[in-house]
């Protein structure tokens, strides 16, 4: 069983619908991350915490607005989507090292969240 | 020339054949190699790791790393339906991860 869980697993949404998606990991990791997964596309990195501060921004529409208010929860809040950010959205943390005498930054990812947006 | 390129799929291996997954990435100071696994509507899920060059085996698993190519292989020996999935190459530098696109497999009874 992972240590990064995520809830709801599944969500439908109109457009006009204000929702949150929820992460959080019992790994004791010190980074989180928000990834869009489309069908037959690749990951997408959205955003990177790194103890609770955003370190990375990836050109996100401001209709997803991320929150890290502690180093094991993550949440996306959404607003006014479009149908095509209908996606598995995957939360995954790590172990942030960057020297090469630390950990190695393997991610770990909860189950995802299928959105559906009509 | 993107940053981490996986080989085109879908990969087709007979069950118990050798599968061989490869891998390439452009940033030369990349400190950590992975592989996922990703079965359809799943989550990727880790399954090697793999640091300093030369081969790591787990089981029927194996990455191979050559730094001064850029590149890194994962070789799924006996392979069997259940293997049946998404591959993810993953290359990490000073902790900021870069994934390829995938390669899918199938393995045929």
């Known amino acids: 069983e992972t240590g990064v869980t995520q809830t709801p697993r599944h969500l439908v949404m109109g457009m006009t619908n204000k929702k949150s998606l929820k992460c959080e990991q019992h790994l004791g990791h010190n980074a989180m991350y928000w990834y869009k997964q489309s069908a037959k596309k690749p990951l997408e990195l959205m955003f990177v915490y790194s103890l609770e501060e955003r370190v990375e921004n990836n050109s996100v529409p401001s209709r997803f607005s991320p929150e890290c208010p502690n180093s094991s929860h993550l949440f996306l809040h959404l607003h006014t989507l479009q149908p095509e950010d209908s996606a598995l959205y995957l939360c995954?943390?790590?172990?942030?090292?960057?020297?090469?005498?630390?950990?190695?930054?393997?991610?770990?990812f909860g189950p995802g969240t299928r959105l559906t947006v009509l | 020339q993107k940053e981490v390129e996986q080989n085109s799929g879908p990969l087709s291996v007979p069950e118990g054949a050798i599968a061989s997954l490869n891998c390439t990435y452009s940033?030369?100071?990349?400190?950590?190699f992975f592989w996922y696994r990703q079965y359809s509507g799943k989550s990727p899920e880790l399954i090697m790791s793999i640091y300093s060059n030369g081969d790591k085996e787990d089981g029927r698993f194996t990455a191979q790393l050559n730094k001064a190519s850029q590149y890194v292989s994962l070789l799924i020996r006996d392979s069997q339906p259940s293997d049946s999935a998404t591959y993810l190459c993953a290359v990490n530098n000073a902790g900021k991860s870069t994934f390829g696109d995938g390669t899918t497999l199938t393995v045929k009874p």
């Open positions: 940033d030369r100071g990349s400190q950590s």
């Open positions: 995954a943390s790590s172990q942030l090292s960057k020297g090469l005498a630390g950990g190695h930054n393997e991610q770990f």
